[in-house]
């Protein structure tokens, strides 16, 4: 059963190019996280997908950034007219539920990560 | 709002050392507390969970107690080996309110010598 894929795994671009960071979860997983991993930061949530809704998206930035989860195909995350300090690391989660307590108690449904897209903005 | 604070790195150590990562969390209902690692060019792996209060996550020689007295999530070891080098997130996500989201500390790098 393969993990969490993203592609690409490393991108660059100029100031006011668009960037597309692709996820494909786990086998029968329906539910993705977007993280964002500034320098010398920790990670930071972005927004939480389930097929074809956008259930949670809190930590998105207001402009340039959207995320979709389509039916079909992968997770995208895409940043439009992207800046230097859109560099980072950006990782996708997915899991098979929503994650938290489960209906039989505390259970806890776990995140699985993908290894990166390492965004350079020159 | 909720957050994570952890220690700060590199720490470096010797192979069969023990291990000590410190970890603190602030958080408005009742959190699962987390330990995540690291590889070099990989993706976070769950490494050990608590979800209540004095719970005592375990995997591979490492352990974690949830402390609500302390509001402390510490990583323990007894004797660390290189292929431990990593890097180390203490998080927590607050399921109060259906939130799925994790919060995480900024990592602690381990580097473990021979």
């Known amino acids: 059963n393969a993990g969490v894929m993203q592609n690409p795994r490393h991108l660059v671009r100029r100031r006011g190019q668009e960037a597309r960071l692709r996820c494909s979860p786990m086998k029968g997983h329906s539910h993705v996280y977007w993280y964002r991993q500034l320098p010398e930061e920790g990670l930071k949530f972005m927004v939480y997908l389930q097929k074809e809704n956008i259930i949670d998206e809190s930590g998105m930035p207001k402009e340039r950034f959207s995320a979709e989860f389509p039916k079909e195909g992968p997770s995208i995350l895409r940043i439009q007219q992207v800046v230097r300090g859109d560099s980072a690391a950006y990782f996708c989660?997915?899991?098979?539920?929503?994650?938290?307590?489960?209906?039989?108690?505390?259970?806890?449904?776990?995140?699985?990560f993908g290894p990166g897209t390492r965004l350079t903005v020159l | 709002g909720d957050s994570v604070t952890q220690m700060e790195g590199p720490v470096t150590l010797s192979e069969e050392a023990f291990l000590t990562i410190n970890c603190t969390y602030t958080a408005t209902g009742y959190p699962s507390l987390f330990w995540y690692v690291q590889y070099p060019g990989e993706g976070l792996q769950l490494l050990l969970k608590a979800t209540k209060a004095d719970d005592k996550g375990s995997n591979k020689g490492f352990e974690a107690t949830y402390r609500k007295e302390t509001t402390s999530f510490h990583l323990e070891k007894g004797s660390v080996q290189v292929s431990d080098s990593a890097v180390y997130f203490c998080a927590l996500s607050d399921f109060t309110g259906g939130g799925n989201k994790l919060t995480f500390g900024t990592g602690t790098q381990l580097k473990v010598e021979l």
């Open positions: 989660a997915s899991s098979p539920v929503g994650t938290g307590p489960g209906l039989a108690g505390n259970s806890y449904n776990e995140q699985f």
